[in-house]
Nanobody, 116 residues
Framework: QAQLAESGGGLVQPGGSLRLSCGAS????????MSWYRQAPGKQRELVAG???????NYADSMKGRFTISRDNAKNTVYLQMNSLKPEDTAVYYC??????????WGQGTQVTVSS
């Protein structure tokens, strides 16, 4: 059974940094495109960043230059390094695993709050 477990969320001041991690089990991790999404209160879930099985990356425009997605296939883990955080980055961040849009899995989410 596939499971994704996010960690690393928390409260951070504006301008600060956080590193989110998502550990995967029960999937052939190296074959999946891994992505981070986020959902703020009252808003739709949106793509933050993605990384393919070949390690090509893509980012939402508002995250370019501030966020970095990476993966460690040996550890079945995907990371999201978030720098220069802003209050508008406050959201629940979700990990997503996608294999050819046939198999798609979600984690339970981790809360990120950016506030002074």
């Amino acid at each position: 059974q596939a499971q994704l477990a996010e960690s690393g969320g928390g409260l951070v001041q504006p301008g600060g940094s956080l590193r989110l991690s998502c550990g995967a089990s029960g999937v052939a991790f190296r074959l999946y495109t891994m992505s981070w999404y986020r959902q703020a209160p009252g808003k739709q879930r949106e793509l933050v960043a993605g990384i393919t099985s070949g390690s090509s990356t893509n980012y939402a425009d508002s995250m370019k230059g501030r966020f970095t997605i990476s993966r460690d296939n040996a550890k079945n883990t995907v990371y999201l390094q978030m720098n220069s955080l802003k209050p508008e980055d406050t959201a629940v961040y979700y990990c997503n695993a996608n294999w050819n849009n046939v198999l798609v899995y979600w984690g339970q989410g981790t809360q990120v709050t950016v506030s002074s």
